[in-house]
C-alpha cells in the first residue's frame, strides 16, 4: 500500500486552501428575550435583534449566529439541555436597555401630569444633570403632592433662578403646602388593586341587557 500511494502521489490534487463547509445552519426567529434557542439550549445575542429571525450556523466545538453577513456572537457550544450560554457584554446592555426603557416610560407619564416638567427636564439635560434620578424624585413628589401641585411648583421653580433640580421643585412644593396650612404628605404604598380601583371604567347601555333577556325569553 505505501508502495502503490508513492507512486500515486504525483498525480492527486491537494486539498483546496478552504476547508469544506460542515457547519449545521438553520434559520431561529428570536422573540422578545435576546436568545437564540438552538440544540435545546439559549445562547445570548445582543438585545438590538430581538424579533428578528436569524441565522446559526453551529459545528461541534462553537454556535455562531449571524444577522445577514454580520456576527452577532460566537458561543461554545452546549451539549446541556436548558442552558443558557451568555455573553457578559449581552447582559450589560440588556440591563441598560431596560434601565432606559423605564425612563422614557417615567418621563412620559410626568409630563402627561405635568407637562412643565418637559422644561426642566430639557433645561437639566443643558447641564448635564442625571435626568433618571430627577425623573425618579419627580414621580415620588407627584404621589406625594399630586399632578396640580407639582405642575405649579415646576413653574415656580423654572421662573426662578434655582437650578432645574428636584430640590428646588421640593421647596416649593414645601412652601405651598405650609402657605395653605395644609398637613405634610404621608407615602403610602398601596397593593396595585387598590390603586386601580379608581380605572375609568366606560359603561354599557342598559338596553343591551332587555335584549339578552328577550332572546333569552325566545329560546325558553
Same mark, same amino acid.
Not at 64 to 73: F, N, T
Not at 135 to 140: D, E, I, K, V, Y
Given at each position: 500500500m505505501r508502495?502503490?500511494?508513492?507512486r500515486?502521489?504525483p498525480?492527486?490534487?491537494?486539498? @483546496?486552501?478552504n476547508p469544506?463547509?460542515c %457547519?449545521l445552519?438553520?434559520?431561529?426567529?428570536?422573540?422578545?428575550?435576546p436568545?437564540?434557542?438552538?440544540?435545546?439550549?439559549?445562547?445570548?445575542i445582543?438585545?438590538?435583534?430581538?424579533?428578528r429571525?436569524?441565522?446559526?450556523?453551529?459545528? @461541534?466545538?462553537?454556535v455562531?449566529?449571524?444577522?445577514?453577513?454580520?456576527?452577532?456572537?460566537t458561543?461554545?457550544?452546549?451539549?446541556?439541555r436548558?442552558?443558557?450560554?451568555?455573553?457578559?457584554?449581552?447582559l450589560?446592555?440588556?440591563?441598560?436597555?431596560?434601565?432606559?426603557?423605564?425612563?422614557?416610560r417615567?418621563?412620559?407619564y410626568l409630563?402627561?401630569?405635568a407637562?412643565a416638567?418637559?422644561?426642566?427636564?430639557?433645561? !437639566? !439635560? %443643558?447641564?448635564?444633570?442625571?435626568?433618571?434620578?430627577i425623573? !425618579?424624585?419627580?414621580?415620588?413628589l407627584?404621589?406625594?403632592?399630586?399632578a396640580a401641585?407639582?405642575?405649579?411648583a415646576i413653574?415656580?421653580?423654572?421662573?426662578?433662578? !434655582?437650578? @432645574?433640580?428636584?430640590n428646588?421643585?421640593?421647596?416649593a412644593?414645601?412652601?405651598?403646602?405650609?402657605a395653605?396650612?395644609?398637613? @405634610?404628605?404621608?407615602?403610602?404604598?398601596?397593593? %396595585?388593586?387598590?390603586?386601580?380601583?379608581d380605572?375609568?371604567v366606560?359603561?354599557h347601555?342598559l338596553?343591551?341587557?332587555?335584549q339578552?333577556n328577550?332572546a333569552?325569553?325566545?329560546?325558553?
Open positions: 508502495e502503490a500511494f508513492a500515486e502521489q498525480s492527486l490534487l491537494a486539498l @483546496p486552501e469544506y463547509p %457547519e445552519q438553520l434559520a431561529v426567529t428570536v422573540g422578545k428575550q436568545y437564540v434557542r438552538f440544540d435545546l439550549n439559549d445562547y445570548s445582543p438585545p438590538t435583534h430581538v424579533r429571525t436569524l441565522t446559526v450556523r453551529a459545528d @461541534p466545538g462553537r455562531r449566529i449571524l444577522d445577514g453577513a454580520d456576527l452577532l456572537a458561543h461554545e457550544r452546549s451539549y446541556d436548558g442552558a443558557q450560554v451568555e455573553i457578559a457584554a449581552h450589560d446592555a440588556l440591563v441598560a436597555s431596560k434601565r432606559e426603557a423605564r425612563h422614557h417615567g418621563l412620559d409630563a402627561h401630569a407637562p416638567s418637559r422644561t426642566l427636564m430639557l433645561r !437639566a !439635560a %443643558e447641564r448635564g444633570a442625571n435626568l433618571g434620578n425623573t !425618579a424624585q419627580l414621580l415620588r407627584l404621589d406625594r403632592y399630586g401641585e407639582l405642575q405649579a413653574e415656580e421653580t423654572l421662573a426662578s433662578d !434655582a437650578a @432645574p433640580h428636584q428646588p421643585v421640593r421647596l412644593l414645601e412652601r405651598r403646602r405650609e395653605r396650612q395644609a398637613p @405634610p404628605p404621608v407615602a403610602i404604598s398601596l397593593p %396595585e388593586h387598590v390603586r386601580n380601583k380605572t375609568l366606560t359603561p347601555r338596553d343591551i341587557y332587555d339578552l328577550g333569552h325569553d325566545e329560546h325558553d
